[in-house]
């Protein structure tokens, strides 16, 4: 069966129904999501960018090496990442990027625009899931520095930010870096209104969602019947959005049927918000040691730099 099916077969089959957010990044998806990052509410994308503009020399005057693989997971286009290569290249004898993305597109986007900036780069994508093709970086024997930017690690719920840490460290050697994009905990009506922009972009990201359903798996949602809503729950620093039937209604996908209730919820993203103290636990807690904490000027975001001990 195809892993996109089982996976929405499974979700919406479930007691409290969810959908992977994973599945929000069709082309149309994506293209929403661009509209999304320009957003004024949405202040993660300019946060970023603001400390690989302003500390890059600063992060990678922590890394000690003189040849360095640059991997980066999850890369999409390389826009913001284009930055901090800029300044790499001027710091290492050898460096290559090796962006991985499971879209094949997109990595011809990133290495096309990374080699109009920083055209002597090596670069080497690796398409698909990273979760499985990190195997391939195995060959390679050059000290790495491991990215995962964007602020990613808050859509992996509960403990399972815990394992994905531990699965970077087991792509690692002992020394290596890895810098990890963050966004952090503050005053929560700028996280909810970052998640419930006034445009609707953000509720026309979630509903596409039940439309590549429908487009893909043959589903017959009316997205009529859905709206978007995004909350924020300061206590545990999860954003939680969810996609809530407006009537009693049946939907059908691959000849499955799933009961709606009236106001009941899909879960489709959880963006886990942290603490400069749990970033350290974590880390600690996975086998890294912290080296630093790199914070924009408003200190809504952090670029925190990790090194493997074990």
Request: proline fraction near 4%; charge should be neutral; hydrophobic fraction near 40%.
């Amino acid at each position: 069966m195809d892993r996109f099916l089982q996976d929405v077969l499974t979700g919406l089959g479930s007691e409290f129904k969810t959908l992977p957010s994973k599945y929000f990044y069709d082309e149309k998806g994506s293209k929403i999501f661009q509209r999304i990052m320009a957003l004024d509410e949405y202040y993660l994308p300019g946060c970023e960018v603001e400390i690989l503009n302003e500390s890059s020399d600063l992060i990678l005057a922590e890394i000690p090496f003189d040849t360095i693989d640059i991997v980066e997971l999850g890369s999409g286009d390389g826009s913001k990442t284009m930055i901090f290569l800029k300044q790499a290249i001027r710091k290492f004898n050898s460096l290559t990027y090796i962006p991985m993305d499971i879209s094949p597109g997109i990595l011809e986007v990133n290495k096309d625009l990374i080699h109009s900036q920083v055209p002597k780069l090596e670069i080497i994508p690796i398409a698909g899931d990273y979760l499985l093709t990190s195997s391939q970086l195995e060959k390679r024997d050059k000290p790495r520095l491991l990215l995962f930017m964007g602020s990613n690690i808050g859509n992996f719920p509960g403990d399972k930010a815990k394992g994905f840490m531990g699965f970077v460290n087991g792509m690692m050697k002992r020394g290596d870096y890895f810098m990890m994009g963050v966004d952090l905990r503050k005053n929560p009506h700028v996280i909810r209104a970052a998640y419930n922009d006034k445009d609707g972009v953000t509720r026309l990201f979630n509903l596409n969602l039940l439309e590549r359903i429908n487009r893909e798996l043959g589903g017959d949602f009316d997205l009529s019947e859905f709206e978007h809503f995004g909350t924020y729950n300061p206590v545990t620093g999860e954003a939680m959005s969810y996609l809530v039937s407006q009537k009693k209604q049946i939907v059908q996908i691959a000849g499955r049927l799933f009961q709606f209730d009236r106001y009941e919820a899909i879960l489709t993203e959880v963006s886990r918000k942290f603490s400069i103290k749990e970033l350290n636990s974590i880390g600690k807690e996975t086998g890294f040691a912290t080296v630093r904490h790199f914070l924009d000027s408003k200190g809504y975001f952090s670029l925190s730099l990790f090194r493997k001990q074990d």
